[in-house]
């Protein structure tokens, strides 16, 4: 029984290595285009890296769910398509014994989706927040990107139509004060230098109209014409500001739990508004539930793919990844629902919504093993 079982759980580690190399590749695209356009805005390869680090945990949450239905599906199902699962009945070995090792296998993978779900992905998701924000700390002119509005800087937002290194295009800068936009700028084009010493960034405009704004609501005050137009900008402000505040996706699971109690002692802000310190507590309470559902899914999936590839009598590949992109869509399409509900039908429990794929597919895969035992 040893070597059987030594033999089951190789190849079903295999393929799940195998599995979960294909799936974290595809996962990372997006991330690799933002990483190359932050290579082209000048943007150091170690906080490239360190991005790539951050999507780890996040990932994984998500990739080893899928990559563990995934798995049972095409194991089983060639397994089954093989007469291997016929001959191992024959020789007097339970359905139970067949399946124990990859039930073992998914029982650990869930304990390891919690950890990632429950305290690095979301330790991970701020840290990241909080690099995004500041990626200009570096080297201010990596935030200007061409056919993009930035707001970080204070007090202003920049539109660039078209940037060559440190040459700019159709440059449009709405300057704002306490009561709204006080003034605009229009230049056709214009060079950006940046001092780390003194944490300054020098604009020089060229054919550049200035219109400034009454914020009272009087309309246009004045409009200027230059043919060159410098601006300074101190952005040590910028550079000083404090740190994010925390989101529930940012918190860990026993943040969650505790904040839920007491929501005003994490979110002061709220307090004296009942109704959206309930939206509040609705909302932490779904996010935990969204982490313990997509963790144990792994069991869940596991059930229903080993009673889904015992039916089967194909060994295609396709089929099995099919049902498994099937099964997916169905499963996430409950967490979209879910976090629909907390801002439209918070009434309605939207954390029991996360629930519901799970206990469908144990239902499911517990009716198809009964009749398969």
């Not at 951050?54 to 060639?78: A, D, K, N, W």
């Not at 998914?106 to 390891?112: D, M, Q, R, Y």
Request: include cysteine; hydrophobic fraction near 45%; charge should be positive.
């Amino acid at each position: 029984m040893r070597v059987l079982n030594r033999y089951l759980m190789g190849g079903f580690l295999r393929s799940l290595v195998m599995t979960m190399g294909v799936l974290t590749f595809v996962m990372y695209i997006g991330t690799v285009v933002k990483a190359i356009e932050y290579v082209t805005r000048g943007v150091s390869l170690m906080f490239i890296l360190k991005i790539f680090a951050y999507e780890i945990p996040y990932t994984m949450g998500f990739v080893i769910p899928i990559s563990v239905m995934t798995t049972t599906l095409l194991h089983f199902g060639r397994l089954s398509g093989d007469g291997e699962i016929t001959a191992m009945k024959a020789g007097g070995i339970s359905l139970a014994q067949i399946a124990s090792p990859v039930f073992l296998c998914s029982i650990a993978l869930s304990a390891l989706c919690l950890w990632f779900q429950a305290e690095l992905s979301p330790r991970a998701h701020h840290a990241r927040r909080e690099m995004m924000r500041d990626i200009g700390k570096e080297d201010p002119r990596a935030l200007i990107q061409e056919g993009k509005t930035i707001a970080n800087f204070p007090g202003m937002q920049v539109y660039i139509g078209r940037r060559d290194a440190d040459r700019l295009e159709d440059i449009v800068i709405h300057q704002f004060g306490p009561h709204g936009i006080k003034g605009q700028i229009r230049a056709k084009a214009g060079k950006i230098d940046y001092d780390p010493a003194t944490m300054a960034m020098e604009l020089l405009l060229e054919q550049t109209r200035m219109t400034q704004y009454d914020q009272t609501g009087g309309g246009e005050l004045r409009t200027l014409m230059a043919n060159v137009y410098p601006m300074h900008l101190d952005l040590s402000g910028m550079m000083t500001r404090s740190a994010f505040k925390r989101k529930p996706n940012d918190m860990t699971f026993g943040e969650l739990l505790a904040a839920e109690k007491d929501v005003t002692a994490y979110f002061p802000h709220l307090a004296g508004d009942a109704e959206k310190i309930e939206r509040m507590r609705v909302k932490m309470a779904t996010e935990a539930s969204k982490r313990l559902a997509l963790s144990l899914s792994c069991v869940a999936f596991t059930v229903l793919s080993v009673s889904l590839g015992l039916t089967s009598r194909r060994r295609q590949s396709s089929m099995g990844v099919g049902i498994a992109l099937v099964l997916v869509f169905f499963f996430y399409l409950f967490i979209v629902v879910a976090d629909s509900m907390v801002d439209h039908m918070p009434q309605w429990r939207p954390d029991f919504v996360p629930w519901i794929p799970v206990l469908l597919c144990e239902i499911a895969g517990g009716i198809l093993l009964w009749k398969n035992r």
